[in-house]
């Protein structure tokens, strides 16, 4: 891996662990998840809304798979990846939405769940 220790990436592919299987939740471009499986270790399915976005994702190569959804009504079967991850996505979402989404993450995976949200020193519009 030649991830610097403690950067954003690093943090995420560390916590990802041996996962094989990855729900990317709210994968928008996929540019940060490029970021992290530029050795194409994890098999993963990207969820977004935007089009322009999903265009973009799926021309990456880094998805086996790329859906247009909106992410507060996903629905998976239980124990569907190992890991289920979000990054800078959460923190839009009104707090009881994403507090359940956070819930049906932990029940989709089977192993852990890393979700990534801005640092209070960012500027929060």
Known sequence: M????????????RALGSARTVLDVGCGKGVFFSEINDD???AATGVDIFDPYLKIARKSGMFE?????DITKLRYKMNS???????QVLEHLPKHKA???I????????KTVVIGVPNSEFEQR
Request: charged fraction near 25%; charge should be positive; proline fraction near 5%.
């Open 2 to 13: 030649r991830y610097i220790p403690l950067s954003y990436p690093w943090l995420f592919r």
């Open 40 to 42: 194409r270790a994890y």
């Open 65 to 69: 798979h790329v859906t247009k959804k």
């Open 81 to 87: 990846f190992d890991a289920v991850m979000s990054s």
């Open 99 to 101: 507090k359940a989404l």
């Open 103 to 110: 819930q049906r993450m932990k029940q989709w995976a089977k």
